[in-house]
C-alpha cells in the first residue's frame, strides 16, 4: 500500500479537495486502484448536525454515513463509493480511544495523546486503506490519498500531523509521500512566496517535509518566483507546480498530468506497474488540450469532459429555490448534478439562486423591491428546482414556486423537501385542503400531510434521520422517471430524511393526478411523485445528486434540464430504440466502459461514445 499525504497551508479552501481527487484521477488513469480518505479536525463525530451555513453541504454516502461535501468530490472525480469509515474526524477518534479505556483495554494505563490518539489515528488510516471502494473490483487498493483539512499550524490538528510524522516512519518512507498545496498571494502586481516558505518551513518543524509543492494562484507565476520557492523550500525546482484558477474543472487532472505527477509519484513511490504505461504514452503523439500537451492514450476521459463542457454554448437557466442560497458550498452536490444533466443535454446551465423567503408574502409587505425582483427571476427561468432543507422558514416560498411551476407547465424538480413542498401546494389548491402543511411546521395543524416517520428518535439529533442507500420500486410502468432511469424496476438511491408523506392521503392524490409512481420496498413511503399532464414535474424523496457523476448523471436531473430545454420527448423517443444506452456497460471482454451522450436536438439523435477506462 502506497500513501500521498495531502496539507495545505496559508489559508483553509485553497482547493486541497479537487487537488486531492485530481490526483487519485490521474493515478487510477494509469491503472490504479484508489481510495481516499478525508480528515476533518473538529470534535465533531460526524458533519451530520451542522449549520449549512458554517459548513456548506452535508454529503451522504450508502452506508448512511454524513461527512464532509469533498467527499463527493472524491466520488465524482474517482467513482466510487466511499464508506463513513473514509471520513475521520476528531470525534470519532477520540470517542474509539475513550471506549477502548472504558472497556479496559488499555490495562490501567495513562491514556494520553502520544501514543494513544496518534496510534488510534495510523491504525484507523491502515485499516480503511486497505477496504475496496470500487463496486465492480472487490480487490485492495493499491494508493490511499489522505486529505488532512484545515491548515498547518492549527491546534486542533497537531494530532494528526504527529501522528503522520510517525506514520511515515510506520510504512516506510518509500512507501509515503507528501503534497502541500499552498497559497501564492499577489500584492502590486508581484507574486509573493513567502507565505509559501513560511508553511513549509512550519511543516517541516513538525516533522514532515513536503515532497510537492501545488501552488495555488489567481494567475501563473513566473519561473523567477518558482525558483525562491523551490530554494527556500527545500523541494526540487520540477517539483513545484503552479495550479492557477482555472475556469473549468476538468482541466486541473490535465495539469497535474502534464507536470508529469504520474511519472514522479511512479518513481517516488516504486510503483513499477505502471512505469510501462508511462513510458507508452511519452511515446504518442501530443494533441493541444486548452494549451496543454497531453498524451491522449492516458487521460483521454479527461480530455473528452474538458472539451465537452467548454464547448457547450447553449444556455439553459435553472431556478435553485432553496433556503441557504448565501452559501453555494450548501448545494455543491445538486450544481455538480444539473453540471452532468447539461453535459447530457448539450446544455450550459445556468443557476440562478433565490432565497425562499424572498418569494413570501410577508416579504412583499416588508421589502416589496426584493419580492418582485424575486418573481421576475423565477419567471424568465426555464425550470425551478426546490432542494432539501429543514424548518419552516422559508417553505412557504418553496411551496408558492411549486404552484406557480405546476399551474404555468413549468419544470420542476423538488428534492426532499422540494418533494413535500409540492405535495403540500398540490393538497391546499387541488384537493382544497387549505390549511394543509407538515407536521414539521406545525404539530397541532388540522391536515398533517406530511408527517414524522415513526422510527425516528426525537431526543437525539445525530445519526438519527434515514440515511443511506435504500431501494425505491417502481409502481407504475408509464413512469417517466422509470424509462430515464432505463426502465429498471427499481432504483438505489441515498436519503437524508425526517419526515414523509402521510399515507392516508396518497388516494385522494392520486384519483386528482398526483401519481406515486415509486414507493419503498414495503409500499408504506412514498418515493417518488409524478404529475399526469405537465411537461415534467417530478418530486424524490431521496437525493440523487449524490449518486450523480460525469459520465454517468442522475436520471431524474437529466430529465429536468432537457424538460427545461423542451428537448424531453424527442430524447425519450431516441432513447427507447437506442440499444448501446446501458449505464456502466460491460463489453464482451470484460473491460468497463463509460459513457457520454451528444444530444443534436436539431434532428433529435443520441451519439454514445464508449471510451475504456484504462
Known amino acids: 500500500m502506497k500513501y500521498i499525504l495531502v496539507t495545505g497551508g496559508v489559508i483553509s479552501g485553497v482547493g486541497k479537495g479537487v487537488i486531492s481527487s485530481s490526483i487519485g484521477s490521474v493515478l487510477k488513469c494509469c491503472g490504479l486502484r484508489v481510495t481516499s480518505i478525508k480528515i476533518d479536525p473538529y470534535i465533531n463525530i460526524d458533519a451530520g448536525t451542522f449549520s449549512p451555513f458554517e459548513h456548506g453541504e452535508v454529503f451522504v454516502l450508502d452506508d448512511g454515513g454524513e461527512v464532509d461535501l469533498d467527499l463527493g468530490n472524491y466520488e465524482r472525480f474517482l467513482d466510487v463509493d466511499l464508506n463513513k469509515d473514509n471520513n475521520i474526524t476528531t470525534g470519532k477518534i477520540y470517542q474509539h480511544v475513550i471506549n477502548k479505556e472504558r472497556r479496559g483495554d488499555y490495562l490501567g494505563k495513562t491514556v494520553q495523546v502520544i501514543p494513544h490518539i496518534t496510534d488510534a489515528i495510523q491504525e484507523w488510516v491502515e485499516k480503511v486503506s486497505k477496504v475496496s471502494v470500487d463496486p465492480n473490483d472487490p480487490t485492495e487498493p493499491e494508493i490511499c490519498i489522505i486529505e488532512l483539512g484545515g491548515t498547518i ?110 511519472e514522479f509519484f511512479a518513481e517516488k513511490l516504486s510503483i513499477n506497474n505502471i512505469k510501462e504505461i508511462l513510458n507508452e504514452a511519452s511515446l504518442m503523439p501530443k494533441i493541444d488540450v486548452a494549451n496543454l500537451k497531453i498524451s491522449e492514450g492516458i487521460m483521454k476521459k479527461w480530455i473528452e469532459l474538458y472539451d465537452r463542457t467548454d464547448s457547450l454554448s447553449k444556455v439553459v437557466e435553472i431556478a435553485l429555490v432553496g433556503k441557504y442560497t448565501s452559501q453555494s458550498d450548501t448545494y455543491a452536490s445538486i450544481i455538480k448534478a444539473l453540471d452532468h444533466a447539461g453535459l447530457e443535454s448539450n446544455r450550459k446551465v445556468k443557476i440562478l439562486f433565490i432565497d425562499s423567503s424572498d418569494l413570501e408574502k410577508n416579504t412583499q409587505l ?51 423537501l422540494g418533494f413535500q413542498c409540492a405535495v403540500i401546494e398540490f393538497c391546499r389548491n387541488a384537493l382544497n385542503l387549505t390549511n394543509a402543511t407538515s407536521s414539521e411546521f406545525d404539530k397541532n395543524a388540522e391536515y398533517q400531510v406530511i408527517i414524522e416517520m415513526p422510527e425516528h428518535n426525537q431526543g437525539q439529533m445525530g445519526g438519527t434521520m434515514r440515511l443511506g442507500k435504500r431501494k425505491t420500486i417502481f409502481k407504475k410502468t408509464d413512469s417517466v422517471l422509470r424509462k430515464l432511469y432505463g426502465n429498471t424496476e427499481f432504483v438505489d438511491e441515498r436519503h437524508r430524511h425526517r419526515y414523509e408523506v402521510n399515507p392516508k392521503y396518497v388516494k385522494d392524490l392520486e384519483d386528482n393526478g398526483m401519481i406515486f409512481t415509486g ?96
Open 519 to 614: 414507493q419503498s420496498e414495503d409500499g408504506n413511503r412514498m418515493e417518488i411523485m409524478e404529475l399526469k399532464s405537465h411537461p415534467y414535474y417530478v418530486g424524490v424523496q431521496y437525493h440523487p445528486e449524490y449518486l450523480s457523476r460525469p459520465t454517468r448523471p442522475s436520471a431524474p436531473y437529466v430529465g429536468f434540464v432537457l424538460a427545461a430545454c423542451n428537448k424531453l420527448g424527442s430524447y425519450m423517443k431516441k432513447l427507447e430504440t437506442d440499444p448501446l444506452n446501458t449505464p456502466g456497460h460491460i463489453a464482451s471482454n470484460g473491460r468497463r466502459y463509460f459513457y457520454l451522450h451528444t444530444f443534436d436536438e436539431s434532428n433529435a439523435q443520441l451519439s454514445t461514445k464508449f471510451q475504456e477506462i484504462l
Open 366 to 416: 416588508e421589502d416589496p423591491v426584493k419580492f418582485h425582483q424575486a418573481w421576475q427571476l423565477i419567471c424568465r427561468t426555464d425550470g425551478i428546482l426546490v432542494p432539501g432543507g429543514f424548518g419552516i422558514r422559508g417553505t412557504e416560498g418553496m411551496i408558492a414556486a411549486a404552484n406557480w411551476a405546476r399551474t404555468n407547465n413549468k419544470p420542476y424538480l423538488g428534492i426532499c
Open 153 to 262: 499550524g492549527d491546534i486542533e490538528g497537531m494530532p494528526f500531523i504527529e501522528a503522520f510524522r510517525q506514520f511515515q516512519f510506520r510504512v516506510k518512507r518509500e512507501n509515503f509521500c507528501n503534497v502541500h498545496v499552498s497559497l501564492v498571494p499577489i500584492q502590486n502586481g508581484e507574486h509573493k512566496t513567502k507565505p509559501t516558505q513560511n508553511s513549509v518551513k512550519e511543516l517541516r518543524g513538525l516533522g514532515i517535509s513536503p515532497d510537492i509543492l501545488i501552488c495555488r494562484c489567481t494567475t501563473p507565476f513566473p519561473e523567477s518566483a518558482r525558483d525562491k520557492i523551490s530554494m527556500f523550500s527545500h523541494v526540487e525546482k520540477d517539483q513545484v507546480i503552479c495550479l492557477p484558477d482555472v475556469n473549468n474543472i476538468y482541466k486541473v487532472p490535465l495539469i497535474l498530468y502534464q507536470h508529469k505527477l504520474a
